[in-house]
């Protein structure tokens, strides 16, 4: 399993930025996908979460009035559109997948994440 995100970088608070994540899997199999992020001297966390068949969501109650998660599984991918950015969303952000049977699993905690992407830095200035 790879996963390669990209779209990240730097922002000035109010903006927007959209996150993509290539999956690549050797079998198919069935999975949900996560983006994580991880500030220095924080823990990293989920700032949403979709299941394999995409019915549902996860967003922290913080974050869903401005970040959105979407998959598109024929092209083996996972975005995350992130309006009104402020600095505090300064973060290295991470796709994470975990294989799961189950079509309304949603992943929240690192923990839960089978596999890992490299991450992409977005630096939101003020």
């Known amino acids: 399993v790879q996963l390669e995100e990209s779209g990240g970088g730097l922002v000035q608070a109010g903006g927007s930025l959209r996150l993509s994540c290539v999956v690549s899997v050797r079998t198919f199999s069935t999975y949900a996908l996560a983006w994580f992020r991880q500030a220095p001297g924080k823990e990293r966390e989920c700032v949403a979460s979709i299941s394999w068949g995409g019915a549902n969501i996860y967003y922290p109650d913080s974050l869903m009035d401005r970040f959105t998660i979407s998959r598109d599984d024929a092209k083996s991918t996972v975005s995350l559109q992130m309006n009104s950015l402020k600095p505090d969303d300064t973060a290295v952000y991470y796709c994470?997948?975990?294989?799961?049977?189950?079509?309304?699993?949603?992943?929240?905690?690192?923990?839960?994440?089978?596999?890992w992407g490299k991450g992409t830095l977005v630096t939101v200035s003020s």
């Open positions: 994470g997948l975990v294989w799961t049977g189950d079509r309304d699993y949603v992943p929240m905690g690192y923990f839960n994440i089978d596999y």
